[in-house]
């Protein structure tokens, strides 16, 4: 198990903390593509495109990406997990990478209770009971989502920018304009223009929002092009689309999904044990406050709650350390 960071601060100088925290981090964020063959597993809808590490036999840990990003975002986080023994899976979500849809007549929607349901049935398509779950941004909304409906099944939660579960049956109160400026892709791609960009110059305003959404990360166009292809998947623009329209009551979802949908709208709390980090650095809703008490009451078993500095929306990416630490906490 890696050490704690409250070890790590009685053994390291203070004069050395920071530069070698930095030195950790470049070293563990600059890491190549993990060289692993994608296997598939298939449910009622996908095809899932997954990659596995570790132990067949060990405790499992579920990794979800969000938007604009993908399953290359947790290359650092996978080590550490793995020497610990446990059992490490990594998928494309809905409209990235290798993952498909199973029925070429089926419309390309992403709802939340779409995502979240993707993962209990990779889950149980997988056989596996009982597991542990990190995710960020879409990926946060997902886990928080499976927490909810199946806590028996989760050991724990790693929340990447708190809790996530949205009403989409009603229309939200206006945001003020400082924030609403910052979601301005929200809105984008609410429009024809915006969907006919997405389509255009998918990998130009995607490389914008993670420059911009982590202002103080340099990304290198190496770590780009491993993630690039994830993001010409078929599937991708419809997806995007439907799940920003949908989130602000301007697409319908599936059928199947109201009740779940309307269940999230009252947004219940999260029961299961959570571990919640926030960015320090990100371009995308400002600095998180440093009063838990909203989190805290979201989350009604929360275990801690870190503001992760020099860490934009792509956490895992910037900060792995921080994200396996947190998820050895949780699973022991």
Not at 233 to 255: C, I, K, Q
Not at 304 to 316: S, Y
Request: charged content about 20%; aromatic content about 10%; overall charge neutral.
């Amino acid at each position: 198990m890696l050490p704690t960071r409250r070890d790590f601060l009685k053994s390291t100088s203070a004069a050395g903390l920071a530069a070698a925290l930095a030195a950790t981090t470049r070293r563990s964020a600059a890491q190549p593509a993990v060289n692993v063959q994608p296997r598939t597993v298939q449910t009622n809808a996908l095809d899932i495109a997954y990659e596995e590490h570790g132990d067949s036999a060990g405790t499992a840990i579920v990794l979800l990406h969000g938007f604009p990003y993908d399953v290359r975002s947790f290359d650092g986080v996978v080590a550490p997990l793995v020497a610990a023994g446990h059992r490490v899976l990594v998928p494309w979500l809905r409209g990235y990478g290798p993952t498909r849809f199973r029925d070429a007549s089926a419309p390309r929607m992403a709802e939340q209770a779409a995502l979240a349901q993707d993962v209990i049935d990779f889950a149980y398509a997988l056989q596996i009971d009982r597991f542990a779950l990190a995710g960020f941004d879409w990926g946060n909304r997902a886990a928080c989502i499976v927490s909810i409906l199946t806590p028996e099944r989760v050991i724990g939660q790693v929340s990447i920018g708190g809790y996530s579960v949205q009403n989409t049956v009603e229309r939200g109160q206006p945001m003020q304009a400082r924030q609403a400026a910052q979601f301005w892709y929200m809105w984008y791609f609410n429009t024809e223009q915006g969907r006919a960009a997405l389509q255009a110059n998918r990998h130009e305003l995607i490389r914008y929002l993670w420059d911009t959404w982590s202002p103080e990360w340099k990304y290198t166009d190496e770590a780009y092009a491993r993630s690039a292809p994830s993001f010409d998947n078929p599937d991708f623009v419809d997806v995007v689309v439907h799940s920003y329209r949908h989130r602000l009551v301007n697409a319908p979802g599936e059928p199947r999904f109201i009740e779940m949908e309307r269940r999230l709208a009252e947004q219940p709390p999260i029961e299961v044990p959570a571990i919640v980090l926030a960015p320090g650095a990100t371009g995308l809703g400002g600095r998180p406050s440093p009063n838990a008490a909203g989190d805290q009451r979201r989350f009604t078993n929360l275990v801690a709650r870190r503001i992760v500095e020099g860490a934009g929306h792509d956490l895992p990416a910037h900060r792995p350390d921080t994200v396996s630490e947190a998820l050895l906490e949780l699973v022991g």
